[in-house]
């Protein structure tokens, strides 16, 4: 896992540092850059507080979460940050539609497999303007 330091990152903690998980890229590189071209891919980003160890929370994710969200339909990436005291995950999908579909699957994950330790308090879907992973430009 990477470690980035953000000077006067808001909720970074004292150490200024922001854990990054690796985006998983499901399908060909081709298929990726021809949705970046025609219709623009979506994300759906949600904000959590937690309890215990962010790391731990995230191998359960990516074990547990992740592969349901792999099956859905429009699924592209995800990625798990910590900044300390938050922890906050990305995922891309091909619409809208398809990032909303997954809020309600991540969110009954989350309550099911994390209750007591994880509280979603935000999410938010919006439109990807750039990504040098998924070559998306603006």
């Known amino acids: 896992m990477a470690s980035t330091r953000f000077p006067g990152l808001p909720g970074g903690g004292s150490s200024g540092m922001v854990h990054l998980a690796p985006a998983r890229i499901r399908g060909p590189a081709s298929a990726i850059e021809a949705d970046a071209e025609g219709s623009p891919m979506h994300v759906r980003m949600a ?5 215990g160890d962010a790391h ?9 979460l992740l592969p349901i ?18 922890i906050w995950s ?17 969110a009954g994950w989350v309550a099911e497999n994390m209750s ?9 879907i919006g439109e990807l303007l750039i990504s040098t992973t998924l070559g998306v430009t603006a």
């Open 90 to 106: 990305l995922s891309v999908w091909d619409s809208a539609e398809s990032a909303e579909a997954a809020n309600s699957v991540a």
């Open 116 to 124: 007591g330790e994880v509280d979603i308090i935000e999410t938010k």
């Open 47 to 51: 904000r959590m507080t937690f309890s």
């Open 69 to 86: 969200l792999e099956e859905q339909a429009g699924f592209q990436a995800y990625s798990v940050a910590s900044t300390g005291d938050e």
């Open 56 to 64: 731990e929370l995230a191998k359960r994710a990516e074990s547990g």
